[in-house]
T-cell receptor, first 114, second 110 residues
Framework: EAGVAQSPRYKIIEKRQSVAFWCNPI?????LYWYQQILGQGPKLLIQ????????DSQLPKDRFSAERLKGVDSTLKIQPAKLEDSAVYLC????????????FGDGTRLSIL | DAKTTQPTSMDCAEGRAANLPCNHS???????VYWYRQIHSQGPQYIIH???NNETNEMASLIITEDRKSSTLILPHATLRDTAVYYC???????????FGKGTTLSVSS
């Protein structure tokens, strides 16, 4: 089976610019997660979707971050405007249902803010 | 949320067993312990999980203490490709998302 696809693989922007990341989960997986991984730390959950609805966005900085999964398949995470502290790897994961293990991760988008 | 504690780093010689410990005293009686690993520039990869009994699969073995306050992940014959960060993980309160710590960086050398 095809894995979780993410693009772009790398992105470099200047602070205050906007950026978007795309994720296509494993076919048939209803649950999609976005994680932020700052250098030297483990991934931190930003938002969790069940189909096209948000299950948990308690750790998403909503003043600058937004995410959508309009048709319940692929998803986009956006940052606007970006800050220096947003430099991180953004990981997407999917699972058949909430709480199902294992979660399947993509290889992430590495974002550098100048 | 469940909290876990792991050593920052460990070394292992190729071909030897790697034993990675984890303390998870805050995990409750009905919560699983999950192990994932992350090879450089890749996303985390599931290894194994367990509740009370010891578990084994094609990748590793998991030994959980009787009081469930700690566990040990065992890679029986470590190879250079096992060099990675290993995470011992619990779930959030809702039981739907993984709570990662900083993990243990395992370096396997020849």
């Amino acid at each position: 089976e095809a894995g979780v696809a993410q693009s772009p693989r790398y992105k470099i922007i200047e602070k205050r610019q906007s950026v978007a990341f795309w994720c296509n989960p494993i076919s048939g997986h209803a649950t999609l997660y976005w994680y932020q991984q700052i250098l030297g730390q483990g991934p931190k959950l930003l938002i969790q979707f069940q189909n096209n609805g948000v299950v948990d966005d308690s750790q998403l900085p909503k003043d600058r971050f937004s995410a959508e999964r309009l048709k319940g398949v692929d998803s986009t995470l956006k940052i606007q405007p970006a800050k220096l502290e947003d430099s991180a790897v953004y990981l997407c994961a999917s699972s058949p249902h909430p709480g199902d293990q294992p979660q399947h991760f993509g290889d992430g988008t590495r974002l550098s803010i100048l | 949320d469940a909290k876990t504690t792991q050593p920052t780093s460990m070394d292992c010689a190729e071909g030897r067993a790697a034993n990675l410990p984890c303390n998870h005293s805050t995990i409750s009686g009905n919560e699983y312990v999950y192990w994932y690993r992350q090879i450089h520039s890749q996303g985390p990869q599931y290894i194994i999980h367990g509740l009370k009994n010891n578990e084994t699969n094609e990748m590793a073995s998991l030994i959980i203490t009787e009081d469930r306050k700690s566990s040990t992940l065992i890679l029986p014959h470590a190879t250079l490709r096992d060099t990675a960060v290993y995470y011992c993980i619990g779930l959030n309160q809702a039981g739907t998302a993984l709570i990662f710590g900083k993990g243990t960086t395992l370096s396997v050398s020849s």
